[in-house]
């Protein structure tokens, strides 16, 4: 312990150079932290909204699949839509349980507030035996149940009357959903006739969330469903996981080859202040031989206070990572073509221990050439030299 | 009193560890140096004999050789030819290993302090003594039972050396005279049998230098400690019990 308390008062001796330099390992480490639990963050919250949506498959008009895979998930406005009577033939499927077809819109509200408005029927209810309504399910054309943000933000309750911005049409709330952790919350559940009348799409379906009767057999339900329709992709959503994340991984590359830059230069700037505080320290080092101090010694002490920075530079790394999370995430976000909703990076023990890892090995490394060359120092010479 | 006990310990090391050996034993010492092409010959052939428990003044001009000889001895370089031997121990042989003999044995003070600036006083005598392994702090081959040192030394060694009551300051609250004790306190701290000692008031002023003198003349005469100073200054000679004059890289007295 010795070791580390004189390392770190050496290392405050040089104040402002000692902080560019930890400075520099935890930029390195903020951006490898963010970007792996990005990443972990990413799958666990994308494999929960599959989850949330209570299928085992997903039907969707031609086109692309991250788009599809984002209407599902998120909600909007898509201007793809199927014919109504696939959603019968797909019923027909003996592999299929339940089969619910959805129709989405999306308007502004005041305060340039987007609502997702789903058009559903008594079928999708089949696929959300969670559900818990404060109220009733719908008893007319014109009721509306809504997710619990979404009540929220409109400023609404259960017998209220809510005006459909955009629209000119008038619902009466007749539920609202008791909170489900899931994308639901921020919904707002129209009678499916009503929303395809409202934004003039009759008989038309976005989306076709499909219950297998067998989930080992969503294999054969999916090629039998691709067999049948060829108007329409049809997704196992443990296939949408898998490509939504593989598209994820091979940005992965380019990024982790950004930081293996950031920390080299993290590395070598630790090596860079290291070795100046050696240079500067020649005769203090000098006399430290002299006191008996032998090249072992010395090793120790340099190499200790490289260590030291690069563990420092990578605590606050993690640090500057989870405070800078959220403007980190939206950066993120608005990049890719698809993110799930919710925090996406927070602490992990895990992740927090293999950049502490990481920067002790930087440490190791970068520090060996200084401790080095401070080992080697001749006391003879370094209390001569000038 | 607290600093008697630290005499006592010297004492101790000095009779149990002199023996016989002279302190110093110099035979046909040379070295030579290389500046570029020309070699340049800082101590000529000497012979010297020191005993333990001298007090001896190594004196001479600036490029004498005082200090080649005084490095030497402390074993932090080697002769080009000829052999020494320190305390006992023929220190030209390629196979000792000079860092671990001079942590045990030796002690050193220097004109610059080099008192690290970030540590207590306290802190500055106890840095030799985090160098090596444990056991050479407690090995045989020390002669003081209790070698391994504390913070309860620390003070003990600062009482020793009129400083008892600035052991929590740094370098930058001491004076030129204070730290220049600090250091001679830190040199004390392995309980070493000789205390070389190049230019100590070289940097300080007239009534200083005579304190941290007298503080190095007082370990030699109360504790038996062998003592030896490369100095230029020509007033201190008459206050060593020997003087060994060095011209040009030989003895001439």
């Known amino acids: 312990m010795i070791w580390f308390r004189l390392a770190f008062k050496n290392l405050i001796r040089r104040k402002t150079r000692s902080i560019l330099t930890v400075l520099g390992v935890a930029i390195a480490i903020a951006v490898l932290y963010s970007l792996f639990q990005f990443q972990q963050g990413y799958q666990s919250q994308l494999k929960g909204e599959l989850g949330a949506l209570g299928a085992h498959v997903m039907v969707v008009p031609k086109g692309c699949p991250y788009e599809a895979a984002t209407i599902a998930l998120h909600g909007g406005k898509w201007p793809r839509y199927m014919d109504e009577g696939l959603l019968k033939d797909v019923k027909a499927d003996p592999g299929v349980a339940e089969a619910a077809g959805v129709i989405m819109d999306a308007v502004f509200a005041p305060g340039n507030k987007n609502v997702i408005l789903l058009g559903i029927d008594e079928d999708y209810m089949k696929l959300r035996p969670a559900w818990r309504i404060n109220g009733h399910w719908f008893d007319s054309d014109s009721s509306v149940i809504m997710g619990p943000t979404a009540a929220q933000e409109a400023g609404v309750k259960v017998g209220d009357i809510w005006n459909v911005p955009e629209k000119n049409v008038r619902l009466q709330v007749v539920g609202v959903l008791n909170r489900t952790n899931t994308q639901d919350d921020g919904f707002v559940f129209v009678p499916r006739k009503t929303l395809q009348r409202m934004s003039g799409l009759d008989g038309k379906l976005v989306l076709i969330l499909v219950k297998a009767r067998h989930v080992e057999r969503t294999d054969d339900l999916v090629a039998s469903l691709r067999a049948s329709e060829v108007d329409m992709n049809v997704f196992p959503l443990s296939e949408l996981l898998g490509t939504i994340t593989s598209l994820m991984a091979s940005t992965r590359v380019f990024v982790s080859a950004i930081i293996l830059i950031a920390v080299i230069l993290g590395g070598v700037g630790v090596l860079n202040t290291v070795l100046m505080a050696v240079f500067e320290r020649t005769k203090e080092i000098g006399m430290m031989k002299a006191m008996g101090g032998s090249r072992g010694d010395i090793f120790k002490l340099v190499w200790a206070e490289t260590i030291l920075t690069a563990v420092i530079g990578g605590l606050t790394g993690v640090l500057v990572a989870l405070v800078s999370s959220r403007l980190v995430e939206a950066l993120i976000r608005g990049m890719i073509p698809y993110a799930p909703k919710g925090s996406l990076i927070g602490f992990a023990f895990p992740t927090l221990a293999m950049c502490i890892v990481l920067s002790l090995v930087l440490g190791l490394v970068a520090g060996f050439y200084p401790a080095f060359r401070a080992a080697s120092i001749r006391p003879v010479e370094a209390i001569k030299a000038e | ?253």
């Open chain 2, 1 to 253: 009193m607290r600093s008697d006990e630290v005499r006592s310990q010297i004492t101790e090391a000095r009779s149990q560890n002199c023996g016989q050996d002279p302190a110093v034993q110099a035979r046909s010492l040379t070295r030579t140096y290389r500046r570029g092409a020309e070699k340049i010959k800082a101590l000529k052939g000497i012979d010297l004999d020191i005993k333990c428990g001298e007090f001896v003044g190594v004196v001479g001009h600036s490029g004498a050789g005082k200090t080649t000889l005084l490095n030497l001895i402390g074993l932090m370089d080697r002769p080009t030819e000829g052999k020494l031997g320190v305390l006992g121990t023929d220190v030209t042989r390629r196979a000792v290993r000079l860092d671990a003999l001079r942590r045990k044995n030796i002690g050193f003070v220097f004109q610059e302090f080099y008192l690290m600036p970030t540590l207590t006083a306290t802190e500055n005598v106890l840095l030799p003594t985090m160098w090596g392994k444990a056991r050479d702090m407690t090995g045989s081959g020390s002669a003081i039972v209790d070698r391994v040192p504390s913070r309860d030394r620390a003070k003990k060694l600062l009482d020793l050396v009129g400083l008892g009551h600035r052991m929590t300051h740094k370098p930058s609250e001491l004076s030129g005279g204070e730290m220049q004790r600090v250091a001679v306190a830190r040199a004390l701290v392995n309980s070493p049998r000789l205390l070389l000692a190049d230019e100590p008031t070289g940097n300080l002023d007239t009534a200083t230098r005579d304190g941290v003198f007298s503080l190095l003349l007082a370990l030699n005469r109360d504790s038996g400690l062998t003592v030896i100073v490369a100095t230029h200054d020509l007033g201190l000679e008459s206050r060593f019990t020997r003087v060994v004059r060095l011209e040009d890289g030989a003895i001439v007295k």
